[in-house]
């Protein structure tokens, strides 16, 4: 530290420093057991408490990392109106969009890449909590549409990451209507013959969980994920009943079968790798679709015809929508 830091007094400093600037973190406190971990330590743990297994939210770039074969390429996402409706509550929505590009370094609350998962060639499109509670706009609309035409495009298959508070209050009904706008968009990529797999994470919920998150042909979730269309706080206080412990968590919906399997997040890789050579028929996959349990799995249909040959022919959202 310099000499002219040690004289300045702290007054002056704040009056230079940024209102979202902050220390570098050397430790992070587990939201589950409260323990301490050394921020390297939990990096190579892809942020997973080592003490309890908590699954802390982690944003798209960490997600490509983890699951990518090695390099990969982001997909150009199209533009949507920044604030449509002029809205305002105790901040403008403009202001609001800004303070979460500039604290997450993104334009809105989806990211979508291609490469290799496995070997496979597969489109992932991560959803960020981190940005405004990763809700359901026109821009996250967008995304979903441009990821799942890049994947009938390149006919390989579509894997989302799923974490949402639901649809967009500050855009009304045009985020509502993001909801029809993404299930005829995983349609295509079905009719297309490739495979739609979703990864929910904590939390999956509101509009979100009544689209195209409900909708793959197999859904996989990390432990301890809320996933649900309301709350629990809300329905309990709806049917004015307690409600079972870990209701609307993974583990609870895997038992009751809308989750065909949960998985711990080292091993995400591995099993959507195996889940995706056995959908596409590649070479090196069906010697382990039985390691996983894959024939066990209840996929919807999915990625061929009545020969067990690929679609030829990609129809477009246009035609899905017909």
């Known amino acids: 530290m310099s000499w002219i830091s040690n004289i300045t007094p702290p007054g002056i400093k704040k009056m230079f420093k940024r209102e979202d600037d902050t220390p570098d973190v050397l430790w992070v406190k587990c939201p589950n057991c409260s323990d301490m971990i050394f921020h390297r330590d939990l990096e190579a743990a892809q942020n ?20 990518f074969d090695g390099a990969y390429e982001s997909i150009e996402l199209p533009e949507a109106p920044a604030d449509p409706l002029k809205f305002r509550d105790e901040k403008r929505y403009a202001d609001r969009l800004r303070d979460a ?18 070997g496979v060639e597969t489109v992932v499109l991560v959803q960020n909590f981190a940005f405004m509670g990763g809700s359901l706009g026109m821009a996250a609309g967008e ?16 894997v989302v990451f799923a974490a949402a508070g639901g649809a967009r209050m500050q855009e009304g009904i045009l985020s509502l209507m993001q909801m029809p ?7 295509a990529v079905k009719a297309a013959g490739q495979p ?18 409900m909708l793959g042909d197999v859904h996989l979730a990390e432990p301890g994920a809320l996933i ?3 709350g629990p706080r809300v329905i309990e206080q709806t049917i ?34 195996t ?46 929508a017909e």
């Open 143 to 158: 995304a979903v549409v441009a990821a799942a035409e890049r994947a009938v495009q390149a006919k390989a298959p579509l």
């Open 48 to 67: 997973v408490c080592p003490s309890c297994g908590h699954h802390m939210r982690i944003g798209p770039k960490e997600r490509f990392q983890n699951l």
């Open 101 to 118: 590009r500039r604290k997450t370094s993104q334009q809105d609350a989806m990211e979508a890449a291609i490469g290799a998962v496995g």
């Open 275 to 320: 889940l995706l050579k056995v959908l596409t028929k590649y070479e090196a996959g069906a010697a382990d679709a039985a390691s996983l349990g894959v024939e066990a799995l209840r996929v919807d249909g999915a990625a061929n015809d009545e020969t067990g040959q690929p679609a030829d022919e990609a129809p477009s959202l246009d035609k899905a």
């Open 228 to 230: 649900g269309f309301a």
């Open 240 to 273: 004015r009943e307690k409600l079972p412990a870990g209701f609307q968590r993974s583990e609870y919906l895997f038992e009751k079968g809308m989750v065909d399997a949960v998985v711990p997040r080292k091993e995400l890789k591995s099993s959507l790798s």
């Open 196 to 213: 739609y797999i979703v990864v929910l994470t904590d939390p999956t919920t509101g509009g979100v969980t009544a689209s195209y998150a």
């Open 181 to 187: 706008r993404t299930t005829l968009a995983v349609e």
